[in-house]
């Protein structure tokens, strides 16, 4: 079985990395995920700003989602979503890890950031630590975001 985990986020890159992972893999996965960790929130002064705060994070990871699930459907793929608060880079590793996928898929913000990795620590630390193989799409930007 072939099961792929597609991290992403409400993020032009991410919308892009998506449209090109669906696009060269078609409907020949079995089992798709999408994965979107919202970061936590600090540095703020009172609860009511970590609260909106959190719930705009909220917000665009649901948008993140829902455009994954879109962008799958239209290609007759169907989408498992998931939602995580927490450090980025650790929850991938960990839900590649439980769900026991054969793949993990990002978006960088860039050719020279997929050259050096040191500008994403995102994308390295995903690398570095996945159980399972890793596509990295860098983002251009002459690729239009999918409409909602």
């Known amino acids: 079985m072939r099961r792929i985990l597609i ?21 020949s996965a079995t089992e798709v995920f999408a ?6 929130v600090s540095g703020y002064h009172t609860l009511a700003q ?16 829902g455009d994954a699930v879109l962008e799958g459907a239209r290609a007759g793929i169907t989408i498992r979503t998931m939602r995580r608060v927490g450090e980025p880079a650790p929850i ?8 026991g996928v054969d ?4 978006g960088t913000h860039g050719p020279e950031a997929l050259a050096r990795l040191a500008g994403d620590s995102v994308a390295e630390a995903v690398l570095h630590d996945a159980p ?3 596509v990295i799409f860098p983002w251009k930007a002459e690729v239009a975001t999918p409409a909602r």
């Open 92 to 99: 991938i590793v960990e839900m590649a890890r439980e769900l």
């Open 50 to 65: 970590a609260d909106a705060e959190l719930e705009e994070g909220l917000m665009d990871a649901d948008r993140a989602l």
């Open 132 to 134: 399972c193989g890793v």
């Open 35 to 40: 994965l979107t960790v919202v970061a936590p």
């Open 103 to 106: 793949l993990i898929v990002l």
């Open 7 to 27: 991290a992403t986020e409400n993020s032009p890159c991410s919308h892009e990395a998506v449209h090109r992972f669906i696009e060269t893999i078609g409907s």
